[in-house]
């Protein structure tokens, strides 16, 4: 069964299942081979074990997606949470603050209704690769925010000193794309979840 | 002997049924399936296990390791919230496929 590639839990579960199941044989008086051969046919051939497994170990892996999404939300929510307090500085006028509120609530609504933009995939596995690959291009984009166009567009265009709120505005809306990208994973769960609803 | 489609069908409501009686774990669920149905609801033991599992990850059952009474670990099952709710949901449906099945059977002795 683990060679069929049956992980460990699951494994230490059928054993405890086949050994019950012997145990039961004997008490009925059978031999010891004829309990144990009749306890492994009962318990099905390993390939067809394997098979529903690993539909269940791919749904994990799209779990782990949104996981990992779920992960990336609460930092650029912790992020946005540590600059917040800057929009209450007096030199920031009302347009940044309205701006900061306006992001943080599209960002709400993206990961609450975005699954009805989203493709309801039936595929786990794609649903997984496409959630892990935004999550990845999340990390890209905040690479190169950091890298390129905080120094190169945001400070030579905004400014750092005179107009503060644009800022730490131009943060917010970054960790903002990083979220939403990150949310692609659950969204597109949802949207199965969804249409699955739906067909029942 | 009951179909295989039949049989798949009606694992999930009743694992749920069973575990609504009280927390169980994977051999004694099959055992009472078994024993509730005359052997005629023969489940294939090891794909009982798949379908556990997705019912948790589903939020539908919670499991823990515990211990058997030789000592053994044993991972037991209990219901959750979702799942005495999916319970009443699939009772409701096959309880409306047999009140149909029985309606039709009824109208050929008329």
């Not at chain 2, 919670?62 to 030789?70: D, N, V, Y």
């Amino acid at each position: 069964m683990r060679a069929a590639g049956i992980v460990p839990p699951s494994l230490a579960e059928l054993e405890n299942h086949l050994r019950e199941d012997i145990q039961r044989r004997r008490r009925l008086g059978l031999e010891a081979d004829k309990a144990f051969n009749d306890a492994v046919a009962a318990i099905g051939p390993a390939a067809v074990l394997e098979r529903e497994f690993q539909k269940v170990e791919r749904s994990r892996a799209v779990t782990v997606v949104n996981l990992v999404g779920i992960a990336f939300l609460a930092i650029a929510g912790f992020f946005s949470l540590m600059i917040a307090p800057k929009f209450f500085h007096p030199m920031v006028g009302p347009a940044p603050r309205l701006f900061a509120v306006m992001i943080v609530a599209m960002t709400a609504l993206s990961w609450r209704y975005g699954y009805r933009l989203l493709p309801a995939l039936a595929n786990p596995w794609l649903r997984a690769a496409v959630g892990a690959s935004c999550c990845v291009v999340a990390m890209i984009w905040m690479r190169c925010f950091v890298l390129y166009l905080l120094p190169e567009i945001v400070i030579r265009i905004i400014g750092r000193d005179t107009l503060l709120g644009w800022y730490f505005l131009s943060f917010l809306g970054a960790f903002a794309i990083a979220a939403v990208l990150a949310g692609v994973g659950h969204g597109l769960e949802k949207a199965a979840r969804e249409r699955k609803a739906v067909a029942d | 002997m009951i179909r295989k489609e039949l049989v798949a069908a009606s694992a999930e409501p009743l694992v749920l049924a069973i575990l609504a009686k009280g927390e169980s774990y994977g051999y004694a669920i099959i055992q009472d399936v078994k024993a509730r149905s005359g052997g005629k609801l023969n489940w294939t033991d090891g794909m009982l296990y798949p379908v556990l599992h997705r019912m948790e990850r589903r939020g539908l059952i919670k499991s823990r390791w515990g211990e058997s009474e030789t000592g053994r670990k044993r991972k037991y099952y209990s219901l959750k919230k979702d799942g005495k709710a999916a319970m009443t949901k699939h009772h409701e449906q096959w309880s409306l496929v047999h009140a149909v099945l029985a309606g039709l059977k009824k109208e050929q002795y008329v």
